[in-house]
């Protein structure tokens, strides 16, 4: 087997993405732990630590939500072992209640709290930008420019948390984490790590009760006050080319795009640039020495304007009057580019600029791919489930149903032809939303929670709606494993995040306990499920608390699992000669498999798309719709099985 890229010896130069940047920087840190929830754009640091974890001797979990594992992570540095927590933006809100504690009562050895931010929001509801934390915590916050910055700032991520007892925020973005870059490897992975703590005992700084909150709030603006003073020098921020009257203020990322662009316009020699990688606090030493000779400055920096509010603050406290630019230029939404602030820099250097793609010497290429949106996949086990609950919902006499929707791939069930996701805001708000509106409509509600979510925060507010006497229905799609960010455990799985054998719990028997009366469906088996939906359905009308688990495995997982293992699947064909051409299958499926060809009066299966699932095949109302291949007896178990 070929060697883990996270394992390659010193001195080697490897292509990392700038997540496995970061694990490899941590792992030369010396963690013993690491704890995170997966969450775009920061899963693979975890995953590629659970890879190596064996090989390094470390302790590697995927928690049930973003607040365990910052918990169970800062409970080793305060033992005094190494620990890291990664999570994605909206997962440090989740966490934010230790986060605040944590920040109080400090570490006894490094521990860093990895943030990946989604400027733009390729796969998040928001773009908050989490260096806000970095201030309302008093928590210093580490910004790399690129992966190979990560790998570097994330030792010293540890050293600085080392050096001062407390938490470190490292933020990433997307952009970052996803890049790949070549990185010389400066330290080993293998050396006789520090995993095992010890728990002093210190009721003032571990017992957070008010009198003691108090003597840890002046211990921590004591920290925040030295890092300011003291760490006001690389790699934390940099004064390149000293002494100009222009100064160009860049943190993490945007000082890249900043850089590229004054080489563009031949600038770099007309211009201080203060590189910051510390955006919190920013260091007071540094800006004070820019604005000896600043007469104007910019401020680049992606989304908030958290460096500009602190570069006026201290421009302000000396009495300085020059123009500091910021939002008023440069855009606050969205990631920024080379082309969107190349015109802001160049005016701002007074430069005449072109066009950014003729001074890039780019090539603009009209994509051919005609825009598609995201739908749920060919045998999907969303699009089983969602179509079975229409049908009964239609028999039982359901109408007016309002679908509260949760995070997950089974978000798309918003649209056409389900519509089965009327609002979506956060991890577990499915449940606890239903709960609210069922206080305030008298429609039927149905809640729709994944697996992975359900465990992840849509036990308490289950728990809430049973207590507090709501009539509402929640659907748990069980399809055994966290799909959306790439198919990591659960504790629904009985697997662990280093493929150990684990408890499987059950979110059935969790919810009987809750008070719910359950049924459990297997929608591969269409005509049964509708069947016993329907029945749960009359039972809600008769005011019986009602939970369905819709249990069918991610059909991109069967696919992994057949190829693995050799058994066929069943493939579909639509049998020209009984098909009367009436789209029900097309229309009630919306399956990518199902193509009608431009002209055609009927439709076709791409064989190559189809993985079996059977949906058009049983509510085709002229069975014309059949298996073509001869399929292993025993498919029918990769879809039930974890
Ligand atoms: S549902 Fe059956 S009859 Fe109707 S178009 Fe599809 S295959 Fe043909
Ligand atoms: S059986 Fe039908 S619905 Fe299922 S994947 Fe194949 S074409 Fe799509």
Known sequence: MPEHVLLKPKGSRVLLLGNEAIARGALEAGICVAAAYPGTPSTEILEVLSEVADSCGIYVEWSVNEKVAFETAYAAAI???????????????????????????????GFVVVSADDPSMHSSQNEQDNRWYGLIAHLPVIEPSNAREAYKLVKEAFELSTRYKVPVILRSTTRISHTRMPVELEGDVFFERKCKGVFKQD???WILVPGHARKCKVRLMDAWRKIITNEGREPFIKIINPGQKKVIVASGLAYSYVREVLELLGALDKVTVLKVNMPVPLPREPVMEVLKYAEEVLVVEELDPIVEMQFKDIALSIGTSIRIRGKETIPENYELSLERIYKPVAEFLGVKAGNIEDAAGTVKIELQIPPRPPILCAGCPHRNTYYVIKVAANKAGLRNIVYTGDIGCYTLGYQKPFETQSTCFEMGGSIGIAHGLAKTIDNPIIAVIGDSTFFHAGMPPALNAVYNDSNIIILVLDNMTTAMTGHQPHPGTGKSATGKVAVRIMPEKVLESLGYEVYVVNPLKVRESIDAVTKAFWRYKQGVKIALVSRMACSLEVLRKARRSGVVLPVYAVLEDKCNGCMACVKLTACPALIVEPGAKKPRILGELCTGCGLCASLCPFKAIVIKNAPSENWERLWWEP
């Open 79 to 109: 033992t005094g072992v190494r620990s890291l927590t990664a999570m994605k933006h909206v997962g440090l809100n989740v966490a934010s209640d230790i986060l605040m504690s944590s920040a109080y009562s400090g570490v006894e050895e």
């Open 203 to 205: 009721p003032e700084r």
